[in-house]
């Protein structure tokens, strides 16, 4: 069953196939029109505005944090009674140094905090951060995929290997759109291989 949509799709493979070709557009928008740059990416509000532009289209819960719990094979993201405690703390958190980026980034996929579209709206929020504080963004296509995959599925527990990982990868072409793009096209690459599950569980008062 596909999630709900403004779209009215009910095939789950073809509203992925939808979902991609519009939210890859949106994201093009972002950086061609100068948008993303006006974002503010210190917090959770500039992860929600990059989510919205992208999937506003789409989905109604676009930009707006999730209200079902969610898990990716045996590993439960954030729950909905700590949600927003961890995204105020992921707020608090330092930005000054690719390591102390990186960590926010590890906290930032922790909380998962959107219903669809975490893993390529929070991509584009780290480079923003990364293009802000540092002048560099990550290079995705010299990010191996299985390996980007288990340094993120071990990092909430230790996160050296992913910085190692990323930090081979950063470049100073921060204008470049076929660099940013290639970054697009990895975080479809890589949400692909995510198979999430819905906990029906009620919201905790």
């Known amino acids: 069953m596909a999630l709900e949509n403004k779209l009215g799709i009910t095939d789950s493979a073809e509203l992925a196939r939808r ?82 980026i990186i960590e926010k980034y590890v906290e930032m996929n922790v909380a998962h905090p959107f219903r669809e579209g975490n893993g390529r709206s929070i991509r584009i929020w780290l480079d923003a951060i990364l293009k802000k504080e540092l002048g560099m963004v990550i290079d995705w296509s010299l990010v191996d995929r299985e390996d980007y995959l288990l340094a993120m599925e071990r990092s909430p527990i230790k996160d050296v290997e992913i910085k190692v990982l990323l930090k081979a990868a950063l470049t100073d072409k921060v204008n470049d759109r076929e660099v940013y793009m290639k970054g697009i096209d990895a975080s479809y690459y890589y949400e692909g291989y995510n198979v999430y599950k819905t906990e029906n569980i009620k919201n905790e008062e």
Do not use: W
Request: hydrophobic share 45%.
């Open 19 to 100: 979902e991609e070709k519009i939210s890859k557009i949106k994201a093009l928008e972002l950086f061609e029109t100068g948008l993303l740059d006006t974002f503010p990416v210190d917090n959770f509000e500039g992860l929600a505005m990059i989510h919205k532009y992208l999937f506003d289209e789409i989905y109604d819960f676009a930009g707006k944090v999730r209200t079902v719990n969610i898990a990716k094979g045996n590993f439960r993201f954030a729950p909905l009674m700590y949600l927003s405690v961890a995204l105020e703390n992921i707020a608090k958190m330092p930005q000054s140094t690719f390591d102390e």
